[in-house]
């Protein structure tokens, strides 16, 4: 059941490219994407379900849903030169990261820490903010929060935690 939710979560993100961003069809399947990205690993938990590849289902399926949110999102949006810059940055840590885990252990390792759940509850809030929030303020606190998780992943994972 916890693989269906995520496997939802993964055709209703290839779907929102076919809709506007902020549209009220766009903000339903964004809504149901992101209900289904907090509920699957309860469910997994509670039906003990718990597994490798629904671990990394789970991963490839936000990974596409922050990728289609950057493609329909990034166009409209005017996002400083600087924030732009310390995006490219986390992106280089987060790439570092699997690297590292790549070569330490031999495969990908990505951690559900506390931190990275923060920064994926921020980065799915931050859209539904644009409206009210300027994207400098609100991407500067995303940005702060991913990039200490980002950091402590990278620890993590050189010291094989």
Not at 97 to 102: A, E, H, R, T, V
Not at 117 to 129: C, D, N, Q, R, Y
């Amino acid at each position: 059941m916890a693989n269906i939710l995520t496997i939802i979560r993964i055709i209703f993100s290839v779907m929102l490219l076919f809709f506007p961003a902020f549209s009220p069809t766009f903000y339903f399947l964004y809504l149901t994407a992101g209900f289904t990205d907090m509920i699957d690993g309860t469910v997994a938990r509670k039906t003990n379900s718990l597994s490798e590849l629904g671990s990394k289902l789970d991963s490839a399926s936000d990974f596409l849903l922050l990728v289609v949110c950057f493609i329909k999102l990034l166009p409209i949006l005017r996002i400083p030169i600087w924030l732009w810059v310390w995006i490219i940055l986390i992106a280089i840590i987060r790439l570092v990261n699997l690297i590292s885990g790549y070569i330490l252990q031999k495969k990908i390792i990505v951690k559900h820490t506390i931190l990275n759940k923060i920064t994926g509850a921020l980065l799915f809030i931050l859209p539904l903010t644009i409206s009210f929030v300027e994207i400098k303020y609100s991407g500067a606190i995303v940005c702060t929060v991913a990039t200490v998780a980002a950091v402590q992943e990278g620890h993590l994972i050189k010291t094989c935690e």
